[in-house]
């Protein structure tokens, strides 16, 4: 296996002088730590500000002159801090006096939104004494915006094979003009997993501020537990469903490869954190779930007609595309249909949207529920999960949470719960408590094989 280690730190792990000071002992205590990926500065406390977010706001701000000011002060402190702090010999006031200078010379968006992981890969790069590269010469995008795979492999595998040691910022690269593009907000992951997959790695590390996956999130359950092992599916499965664990596009260039991803602590480096691979061991198979998940402002869409599978659904889909609406999940049946789609979108158009279904469609009901919240239900042992989801519901019910739809994707081990917005955190609470009863998890241990099945649509 190649002896190689890429690691990603994220805003959280070099948000100031102190962690990359951790960030520096956690590279070099282990020699295959040979790329490593950074993120610009996040926040140091609860009320600052993530320099991307600063950028942003100067970008915003440049026809006010006081605002600008205020918000790069900011920045140019926060980096000089971090440079006397380690007592660099880097003039890092220059490189801020000439990005300054691009804000008001027609700099782009990703251009200025960039700097934050340029100018964290030169302090750190200066700091542990590794080159620093440039992604700008490495990743590579196509004229229509998207990552130009064959064109990155090849300008990665020529720059990095002549390196021995280099730091490279995350979340961004360059179009095929030379002008700067960036990735979607947590771009730096999908960094750090083409690098991995491109030089194959034996392991693509992943720090930041906690020890790995929680199975749930922790600003709303108390002391979750850990999932040490997770596979691909299940860790796309949590993020697409609002999980703040990886960014769901970085998942793929990794599980193409093979190459696991683990989840680390820059905090707390001694704990093990979060092994992502393809299968689990069998041990790791007997849990319940692997996790919950949820996001909110969507709005669910029900339409019934007679046959409407069959005369109207290409129709509603037009419609959807030409309103600029993305579905989020669909549910549908001979006679009816379920669309779950973004709040926002559809305000924007809704007089309009319901004009020309009942122009086109001509159904017999539709119906629009706002204000919705999706919680996912990343199941793992799904016979298991079917005899419990019923004190899952009952305990809903109890708390007056009403469920408004249940959807199972196809072919995937998971569920997914509509919910109003007010009660997304209060739902995700209670179904975490309901799996992780220590009653019923010893009931299930042990009774698993008498215990009535009270879950027809999780089919075995």
Same mark, same amino acid.
């Given at each position: ?22 960030? =520096? ?27 991307? +977010? ?27 801090? /971090? %440079? ?38 030169? /302090?750190?790069? =200066? ?29 990665? #595998? ?11 910022? &995350? ?23 083409? /690098? ?12 930041? +501020? ?73 041990? +790791? ?5 692997? &996790? ?46 379920? #669309? ?7 305000? =924007? %158009? ?21 204000? /919705?919240?999706?919680? &996912? ?45 007010? +009660? ?37």
């Amino acid at each position: 296996m190649n002896k190689l280690i890429v690691a990603k730190f994220g805003g959280s792990s070099l948000a100031n002088d102190k962690q990359f000071k951790k960030v =520096k002992e956690i590279v070099l205590q282990d020699k295959r730590r040979r790329y490593i990926v950074v993120s610009a500065p996040g926040k140091t406390f609860e009320k600052d500000y993530k320099v991307t +977010d600063l950028l942003y706001k100067c970008y915003c701000s440049v026809d006010n002159k006081n605002l600008f000011e205020n918000y790069f002060n900011i920045i140019e402190g926060k980096y000089v801090s /971090i %440079c006397n702090n380690l007592k660099l010999d880097l003039n890092i006031k220059k490189f801020l006096y000439d990005i300054k200078n691009d804000f008001f010379s027609g700099a782009s968006k990703d251009y200025i939104l960039s700097r934050g992981e340029y100018l964290n890969g030169l /302090i750190f790069s =200066k700091f542990i004494n590794f080159t620093f590269i440039d992604p700008s010469d490495i990743i590579s995008f196509k004229q229509n915006g998207q990552l130009d795979k064959e064109a990155t492999k090849m300008l990665i #595998l020529n720059k990095l094979s002549h390196v021995e040691k280099a730091v490279i910022p &995350g979340f961004y690269g360059s179009n095929k003009d030379g002008s700067i593009k960036t990735f979607p907000r947590g771009g730096s992951d999908i960094t750090g997993s083409i /690098i991995s997959s491109v030089m194959n790695a034996s392991i693509y590390e992943n720090w930041t +501020d906690v020890s790995g996956v929680l199975m749930a999130n922790p600003n709303i359950v108390k002391d979750p537990k850990n999932i040490r092992n997770m596979t691909y599916k299940e860790i796309k499965n949590l993020s697409h469903m609002g999980a703040n664990v990886l960014n769901e596009d970085s998942i793929i260039p990794v599980e193409e490869s093979k190459i696991p991803i683990n989840i680390r602590n820059t905090n707390n480096p001694n704990d093990i954190g979060t092994f992502i691979s393809d299968n689990l061991p069998d041990e +790791d198979c007997k849990d319940t779930i692997a &996790g919950i998940s949820g996001k909110g402002n969507f709005s669910i869409v029900r339409l019934e007609k007679l046959n409407l599978i069959n005369d109207g659904l290409n129709n509603l889909f037009s419609i959807i595309n030409a309103d600029n609406i993305s579905v989020e999940h669909l549910s549908f049946n001979s006679d009816s249909v379920s #669309l779950i789609v973004p709040d926002s979108q559809l305000r =924007k %158009c809704e007089n309009s949207f319901i004009s020309k279904i009942e122009t086109q469609l001509n159904p017999g009901s539709i119906t629009i529920n706002h204000n /919705i919240s999706l919680v &996912g239900i990343i199941i793992r042992n799904i016979n298991k999960f079917r005899q419990i989801i019923h004190k899952i519901f009952e305990n809903l019910s109890n708390q007056n949470i009403k469920i408004k739809i249940i959807m199972q994707p196809s072919c995937e081990s998971n569920i997914v719960l509509g919910v109003e917005d007010a +009660d997304l955190s209060k739902t995700i609470k209670l179904i975490y408590e309901s799996i992780n009863n220590p009653v019923l998890i010893e009931k299930l241990n042990t009774e698993s094989e008498s215990l009535p099945i009270y879950f027809n649509i999780l089919s075995k």
